[in-house]
């Protein structure tokens, strides 16, 4: 594998499932090799937020826009 590639599903137990990378859009990358062991980038402490209910789980409210009445809006 060449390296700087990206890795996805990475396990530490056999018959487990991916638990260091095991969720969406969530890869480790390939840094160096040595032989047999390789060193790869974990991105862990950066948490990317996919979708808009993410910011809703971090007490963060989406901006929308001022509410306005139908009267007093420019368009009518």
Known sequence: MPLGMTIHNIKTTLG?????TGTVG???KLIAKEGKSTTLKLPFGAK?????????WLDKRLVVGVVMNDVNHPMG
């Open 26 to 28: 969530v890869v480790a």
């Open 48 to 56: 990317s937020l996919d979708r808009a209910g993410s910011k809703c």
């Open 16 to 20: 487990r499932g991916g638990q260091l």
